[in-house]
């Protein structure tokens, strides 16, 4: 639905899916983004301190067992293979910045964890320093991304020139 650009259909269907299963945490992330997305502010912080909650209980139980946090699961639990706790935290703290809440912004981005996207990190944190006047700052945060492949050096150059746009507007 979200693909089809159905996002109140979209949110409807999160909404009945986190109620019927509260403890599905991957619903609760979409839920969370979705909001965040639809600039619902308040909601998508819950739904996404939801996620967090129930992923870090995943995680306890988990290792209470001895198995990993991603075992028979497509990889949204448990140590963040796919970004689950990423995702949540940068969502997080964008809907932070948006509040002109800049040093909780970056409390939720110093939570990532070391594992995760360096750029969409150093992005995130160029955005904060943009708004705080530091652009300078911002610009040498993201051109320091250390890069692996071609591939990542493209996401790097798209990332800056995504940075330098929206330091325009």
């Known amino acids: 639905l979200i693909d089809l650009d159905q996002m109140q259909l979209a949110l409807v269907q999160l909404n009945l899916l986190s109620k019927q299963n509260p403890d599905f ?17 308040a909601a998508a ?5 939801r996620f ?11 290792a209470a067992n001895g ?18 706790l990423s995702e949540a935290y940068l969502a997080l703290s964008q809907i932070a910045q948006k509040q002109g809440q800049l ?8 939570r990532i964890p070391p594992d995760s996207d360096p750029l969409k990190i ?3 944190r160029a955005a904060l320093l943009a708004q705080q006047g530091r652009k300078a700052e911002g610009l040498n945060l993201l051109e320091q991304v250390k890069v692996s492949n ?20």
Do not use: H, M, V, Y
Not at 103 to 110: E, I, T, V
């Open 122 to 124: 150093a992005s995130r």
């Open 25 to 41: 945490a991957p619903g609760w992330l979409f839920l969370g983004l979705l909001q965040t997305d639809l600039s619902q502010f």
């Open 103 to 110: 040093a909780q912004a970056d409390q939720w981005l110093a």
């Open 67 to 84: 198995t990993s946090g991603t075992s028979g699961t497509s990889g949204t639990s448990g140590t963040d293979a796919s970004g689950g």
């Open 150 to 169: 071609p591939q990542a050096a493209r996401q790097k150059t798209l990332a800056i020139s995504q940075w330098l746009r929206d330091d325009k507007q």
């Open 52 to 62: 967090i909650k129930l992923n870090a209980s995943t995680d306890t139980t988990n």
């Open 45 to 49: 912080e819950l739904s996404l301190q």
